[in-house]
């Protein structure tokens, strides 16, 4: 059985190695002051506090492992050394115009953990992630997305 890499840019790594030294240097230590308070209140049984603070334990522990995971199977892609910028691949910014509205827009393929549509990154596993890998400029992208097919033109990569 082989691991399941998991791509991500620097700026990605970096990110999801900040989230867990937070986790586990500044959460995971106030939820155990939580649950400590908690249970000095007394009855377990009605305490909202310590089923509040067990319930932020278990998803504080559930993330540091998802973390842990994916940090280890991490494969870092620099896209500033990547040679071959004539075609769409991960890391790149590719710029696009919708066929239908004219409207640009710019991405950044990036992998799953850091896709912010809003802030211009798309993962690459997403249905225009997925229809924009392998395109060159003046090449049509055709997109199944769940509102229905969309089109875009490739106009740059960089």
Known sequence: MSIERVPMTPGGHKKLQEELHRLKTVERPEVIRLIEYARSLGDLSEN?????????????????????????????IDPAKLKNKDRVT???YVKLEDLDTGETVTYQL???????????MISITS??????????????AVVRAPGGIREFLVLDIS
């Open 90 to 92: 991960f890391g790149l």
């Open 127 to 140: 249905p225009i992630g997925r229809a924009l890998i392998g395109k060159q400029v003046d090449e049509e």
């Open 48 to 76: 909202a506090e310590y089923e509040t603070a067990k319930n932020r334990q278990s998803f504080v522990e559930g993330r540091i492992q998802e973390l842990d995971s994916k940090l280890s199977r991490a494969e870092i």
């Open 110 to 120: 990036v992998g799953p953990d850091e896709s912010e549509p809003e802030n211009g």
